[in-house]
Every structure is written in C-alpha cells, then in structure tokens.
C-alpha cells in the first residue's frame, strides 16, 4: 500500500531507506508518475505486520489481536494523512494506490473517507468478493473465460487434467502421494 502524495514547493522530506528500496523497485506509478507529478511516494506499513507490532512480542496473543482489523488499519493512515498535511502541505493531494490488499485498502479510503484521499488506483482488488456479497464460482468464470480466449479448448484440457490428478489422489498409494509431493514440492 502506498500514498502519493503531492510536493509542496520547497520540500525537505526524505523518505527511509526501506520505504527508499520499495520505491525504487515499483515502476511507473512510482517513478514516472510520482516525478511527473512532483510527488512524494510514502509506503504505509500495515499494523501487525512487519516491524509494526503494537504489542511487541505478545501481539499475536487474541486478546491482542482485536486491533487487527481492515478498519483500524484504515484509520491509521487517515490519522498519518492528516499529520502529514499538517506538517508539510495543508492543500496537497493524496492518493493511494495499491494491489491485492493493498488495492483494496486504497479503494476503501477513497470511498469511506473521500474528504481525505483524492484518488485511488486499486490494481486486482477485489473490494466486493466477499462470503454472501459475491458467488464464490464467479472467480472462477473469469479465470475460464480468460482461458477460452486463448484457446477454445484449453478449459476442457484443465478439467480433465484435474479429474485425472482427482483420481490419482483417491487411489491414495503411498507411492502416488510421494510422487504428486516430489513434483509439485508439497511442504509434507
């Protein structure tokens, strides 16, 4: 997850040496769009994840980990944003931009706080894939119908390849279960 975050005029901010690492290796929306733009690229970290501990060792015990939440992880980049713009530019602009998770951070704080961040690019987030909101198959239409793009009988071949990996399993020999774990280098 990060925020771009518009320069004002005579900027001295400096960015971490991590926060420096993962800058140089994100492309185009960090570094082309960021210097088009005049713009500061912060990388959040979330909490409990990282050196983001809260609790330092015991933040993992479940009493701890009621503070683990998406919306508490919201909250704290708002609270960020806005000391930032204290400290640096009341008037800049945000944006926050991510993939996967943090895709789907950066489309919720446009939309829950859009009187804060003012734009957000979420790359492969899906905000509204969720138990009871969305059919769990519809993943796997998406994935089909990309497939039979490419070749109309590649979906076929796919099941097939999974019925007969299906059938293998259910044999359940030591030797075929040693075979799939050498192929596919299972962790058992």
Same mark, same amino acid.
């Given at each position: 997850?990060?925020?771009?975050?518009? #320069?004002?005029? #005579?900027?001295?901010?400096?960015?971490?040496?991590?926060?420096?690492?993962?800058?140089?290796?994100?492309?185009?929306?960090?570094?082309?769009?960021?210097?088009?733009?005049?713009?500061?690229? !912060?990388?959040?970290?979330?909490?409990?994840?990282?050196?983001?501990?809260?609790?330092?060792?015991?933040?993992?015990?479940?009493?701890?980990? %009621?503070?683990?939440?998406?919306?508490?992880?919201?909250?704290?980049? !708002?609270?960020?944003?806005?000391?930032?713009?204290?400290?640096?530019?009341?008037?800049?602009?945000?944006?926050?931009?991510?993939?996967?998770?943090? &895709?789907?951070?950066?489309?919720?704080?446009?939309?829950?706080?859009?009187?804060?961040?003012?734009?957000?690019?979420?790359?492969?987030?899906?905000?509204?894939?969720?138990?009871? $909101?969305?059919?769990?198959?519809?993943?796997?239409? $998406?994935?089909?119908?990309?497939? %039979?793009?490419?070749?109309?009988?590649?979906?076929?071949?796919?099941?097939? &390849?999974?019925? #007969?990996?299906? %059938?293998?399993?259910?044999?359940?020999?030591?030797?075929?279960?040693?075979?799939?774990?050498?192929?596919?280098?299972?962790?058992?």
């Amino acid at each position: 997850f990060f925020l771009m975050i518009r #320069r004002p005029p #005579r900027s001295t901010q400096s960015r971490s040496s991590a926060a420096s690492d993962v800058y140089k290796r994100q492309g185009y929306l960090t570094e082309e769009l960021a210097r088009q733009f005049s713009a500061n690229v !912060i990388f959040m970290e979330h909490r409990y994840f990282g050196g983001s501990m809260p609790f330092k060792e015991q933040s993992y015990r479940k009493d701890n980990l %009621k503070w683990l939440t998406t919306e508490q992880a919201l909250v704290d980049y !708002i609270e960020f944003i806005k000391y930032y713009k204290r400290q640096h530019c009341q008037d800049c602009p945000i944006f926050a931009f991510g993939g996967s998770y943090g &895709g789907m951070l950066a489309a919720w704080l446009r939309m829950k706080f859009p009187n804060v961040v003012d734009g957000a690019i979420a790359s492969s987030a899906p905000i509204l894939y969720f138990r009871n $909101v969305t059919n769990p198959n519809d993943f796997f239409k $998406v994935v089909t119908n990309d497939f %039979k793009a490419g070749d109309v009988q590649c979906p076929q071949i796919i099941k097939e &390849g999974f019925d #007969r990996l299906d %059938k293998f399993i259910s044999e359940a020999s030591q030797e075929n279960i040693d075979f799939l774990n050498s192929v596919f280098n299972t962790c058992t």
